[in-house]
């Protein structure tokens, strides 16, 4: 779009009127009242609508927000994307699965210092071995059976009430399922 020209009116330039805005407004009112459907848009918006921010507003100035994630001390781009957010690998020994399969108490953390000159004594449970713990406690019994898949279960479907149905002698007639 080239610049807009200024027309003169009454041989001064007392009025004066941006030219392809005029020639714009023009066009489409002409087409409006000779097209077949009024009512039908271009997608053009009209001239005194959708203008933001409106003109003579004040302006208002975009401050940053102050965040962890605008810092840039240690703040890098791959802790960050969540695109490459992978799984990472948890590798878990036979202790620690005896532990948490047996239910093993929480140890104890140790003292705050400066709370008193007690002597600290380091105490240790032996923790079972994973065998032990499988053949001491039974996992599943009649009462309490393992999860099994559900076998041959269907959804049953049903024509969707919400949507108008389609007149008879359609070429393609759709149905809509939920």
């Not at 001064?12 to 009512?39: D, E, F, G, M, Y």
């Not at 490459?84 to 108490?105: I, M």
């Not at 000159?117 to 009462?143: D, F, G, I, M, Q």
Request: aromatic share 8%; with cysteine; proline share 11%.
């Amino acid at each position: 779009m080239g610049t807009c020209q200024e027309i003169p009116v009454g041989g001064k330039c007392q009025n004066l009127i941006v030219a392809h805005c005029a020639a714009t407004l023009a066009i489409h009112t002409i087409t409006k009242t000779r097209s077949q459907n009024p009512a039908s848009s271009n997608g053009m918006p009209t001239v005194g609508k959708y203008r933001t921010p409106a003109p003579g507003s004040p302006i208002h100035e975009y401050v940053p927000p102050v965040t962890k994630a605008s810092a840039v001390y240690e703040n890098y781009y791959f802790q960050r994307d969540t695109r490459r957010n992978y799984p990472r690998l948890a590798v878990y020994t036979q202790q620690d699965v005896a532990g948490l399969l047996a239910g093993a108490p929480v140890q104890a953390s140790l003292p705050v210092e400066g709370s008193g000159n007690t002597a600290v004594t380091a105490t240790t449970t032996p923790t079972p071995s994973l065998t032990e713990v499988l053949t001491s406690t039974t996992l599943y019994s009649k009462e309490k059976l393992p999860p099994a898949p559900v076998w041959g279960f269907k959804y049953q479907w049903k024509e969707s009430t919400d949507a108008p149905k389609p007149d008879d002698g359609l070429y393609w007639p759709m149905k809509q399922f939920s």
